[in-house]
């Protein structure tokens, strides 16, 4: 999926989905900075009258990008139906079919409900936990059939823009995008996770008093990691195996790929093999964004 909408003459057409509270109307306020057209829940019987323009309307207004938001407030919405004209307008050679899925934390979305006072749009009077759990297994099978999943739970809009520039921006041909993340495994795996790499194996300097304070990014520990007899063995088998998938990845026409490295705290192992990571994906000419989910330092 390439980013440039003049590329071979077909529409793009993006759907923008996902949790209550998780932040579609603001990922939707992004696309349409970057120059989509935003229509949110438009009752889905109209759905193919707003994409496919009536037959002798050509103007460019008609031609412009789309990022249309679908939720379960939207009339008439059934998973079933949002499939099927899925499947319809990416089988149609006259459209660039995208989809995400905005995700969160359940206590995140609880938090958010109770700081607003609304009530989960599914049931005003059950409890918010129970309509959350719910609409999580309603949803399931557009969250799997997304292009792309982004956890907004610790993500500023700004944050969102940029992801979402990087995925479905216009003006550029990216091909690949990559996000690698480092992560504690007490505070769960991150959502929106393509691949997951584990390094708690590692030797752990928070075991060491005067390692304890650092990061990652801090060379003293990075020369105790580098110093673990399996750091490089393991190393060089990661980056053999991404060199055989990402091309894969990429002529499959994935076009945002999400790397998270974990280990107990997030602050030590995970933070120094996701910038390693990150550096060595670089001197491959990937196009690379780093975040270090517990320890937000050296972020870019």
Not at 1 to 7: A, N
Not at 114 to 129: F, G, I, N, Q
Not at 232 to 242: A, C, I, Q
């Amino acid at each position: 999926m390439t980013d440039d909408k003049q590329d071979d003459g077909r529409r793009r057409v993006m759907l923008v989905t996902g949790m209550s509270g998780a932040g579609r109307t603001t990922a939707l306020k992004c696309l349409e900075d970057i120059g989509y057209e935003a229509v949110d829940n438009l009752p889905l019987s109209l759905l193919g009258s707003l994409v496919r323009p009536a037959v002798g309307v050509v103007d460019a207004e008609k031609q412009q990008p789309l990022a249309i938001g679908v939720d379960i407030r939207t009339r008439d919405f059934g998973v079933d139906t949002i499939l099927d004209e899925l499947d319809r307008l990416i089988a149609d050679p006259a459209y660039r079919v995208g989809s995400v899925f905005l995700d969160c934390d359940d206590e995140v979305l609880q938090r958010r409900y109770a700081e607003t006072r609304r009530r989960h749009p599914l049931d005003s009077e059950k409890p918010v936990p129970d309509m959350i759990e719910l609409e999580r297994r309603v949803l399931a099978r557009l969250r799997g059939r997304a292009d792309v999943v982004i956890d907004t739970t610790d993500k500023s809009p700004w944050d969102l823009k940029e992801m979402l520039g990087e995925s479905f921006g216009l003006h550029s041909d990216k091909g690949l995008s990559l996000f690698v993340t480092s992560f504690a495994f007490r505070n769960g795996v991150p959502r929106e996770s393509d691949l997951v790499f584990d390094v708690r194996f590692l030797k752990n300097p928070h075991y060491d008093k005067a390692l304890r304070p650092l990061t990652g990014e801090d060379e003293p520990v990075q020369a105790m990691i580098t110093g673990d007899p399996d750091f490089y063995g393991f190393f060089d088998s990661l980056t053999g195996m991404l060199e055989i998938l990402l091309p894969r990845y990429a002529q499959e026409g994935k076009s945002y790929l999400t790397i998270s490295v974990g280990c107990t705290g997030g602050r030590h192992r995970s933070v120094f093999v996701a910038r390693r990571l990150t550096d060595w994906l670089r001197s491959r000419d990937w196009q690379v964004r780093l975040h270090h989910r517990e320890t937000p330092v050296g972020e870019k």
